[in-house]
């Protein structure tokens, strides 16, 4: 998938879960249907205007557009909701928490070692 593309609907579909913070049903389907128009395996764009249609009380869809995300998240799971830039960001993050983790479970040891519980 061309990087442009991925931008692209990454914006539609941020831009429909800010209108579905509004309240605002129909611009939000608007924009996820864009997202998917951009990107026509963006999941998670799938899965909120499933979410949208419900809200609207527009089961048929609704379950249509549920199913279809559901099949599109098994089969593209890897894609990820998030530019590079972010998963770099987090793949960090995780990092840090799992060092910072480590060390306070070694000072918590040897705290209880020089307390002798341990």
Same mark, same amino acid.
């Given at each position: 998938?061309?990087?442009? &593309?991925?931008?692209? %609907?990454?914006?539609?579909?941020?831009?429909?879960?800010?209108?579905? #913070?509004?309240? #605002?049903?129909?611009?939000?389907?608007?924009?996820?249907?864009?997202?998917?128009?951009? #990107?026509?395996?963006?999941?998670?764009?799938?899965?909120?205007?499933?979410?949208?249609?419900?809200? @609207?009380?527009?089961?048929?869809?609704?379950?249509?557009?549920?199913?279809? *995300? @559901?099949?599109?998240?098994? &089969?593209?799971?890897?894609?990820?909701?998030?530019?590079? &830039?972010?998963?770099?960001?987090?793949?960090?993050? *995780? $990092?840090?928490? $799992?060092?910072?983790?480590?060390?306070?479970? %070694?000072?918590?040891?040897?705290?209880?070692?020089?307390?002798?519980?341990?």
């Amino acid at each position: 998938m061309k990087r442009g &593309l991925f931008v692209g %609907g990454m914006i539609y579909y941020r831009l429909g879960n800010l209108y579905i #913070d509004g309240g #605002d049903l129909n611009w939000a389907e608007y924009a996820y249907k864009r997202a998917i128009e951009v #990107d026509p395996h963006h999941a998670n764009a799938m899965h909120n205007l499933a979410l949208v249609y419900k809200q @609207q009380r527009k089961i048929s869809l609704y379950m249509k557009t549920y199913k279809e *995300s @559901q099949r599109m998240a098994y &089969l593209h799971r890897r894609q990820s909701a998030r530019l590079p &830039l972010e998963e770099k960001h987090q793949a960090r993050l *995780s $990092l840090n928490v $799992l060092l910072w983790g480590l060390a306070a479970g %070694g000072v918590i040891i040897l705290i209880l070692f020089l307390l002798g519980y341990w």
